[in-house]
Nanobody
Framework: QVQLVESGGGLVQAGGSLRLSCAASGRPLSRYAMAWFRQAPGKEREFVAAITRSGGSSYYADSMKGRFTISRDNAKNTVYLQMNSLKPEDTAVYYC??????????????????WGQGTQVTVSY
């Protein structure tokens, strides 16, 4: 199994930036496609971004394209989410997720077997 721990969340003003990190342990991160999801109060968990095992390809939800960047450092067993031009509607708990070993990326929660505990991002007006 792989354990995931997110960090880097916090309170930021609209237009600001944050970088989230997801540290993995237990298994080499290179085995897993990785993703970020988020969940706002009263809403379903939604896809934010995904990255392939090598980091060669990445995918984004339409509302995040051009603002968010997902990246990974397999040597450090860490995945990142750089978030720029943040908006109040980006306020949510952000979750890191790891897919099934050696599988491809997915836009859906059922494509991922391992989840972190989440980190709160709050964007004020």
């Amino acid at each position: 199994q792989v354990q995931l721990v997110e960090s880097g969340g916090g309170l930021v003003q609209a237009g600001g930036s944050l970088r989230l990190s997801c540290a993995a342990s237990g298994r080499p991160l290179s085995r897993y496609a990785m993703a970020w999801f988020r969940q706002a109060p009263g809403k379903e968990r939604e896809f934010v971004a995904a990255i392939t095992r090598s980091g060669g390809s990445s995918y984004y939800a339409d509302s995040m394209k051009g603002r968010f960047t997902i990246s990974r450092d397999n040597a450090k067993n860490t995945v990142y989410l750089q978030m720029n031009s943040l908006k109040p509607e980006d306020t949510a708990v952000y979750y890191c997720a790891a897919g099934r070993p050696y599988s491809g990326s997915s836009y859906y929660t059922d494509g991922y077997d391992y989840w972190g505990q989440g980190t709160q991002v709050t964007v004020s007006y």
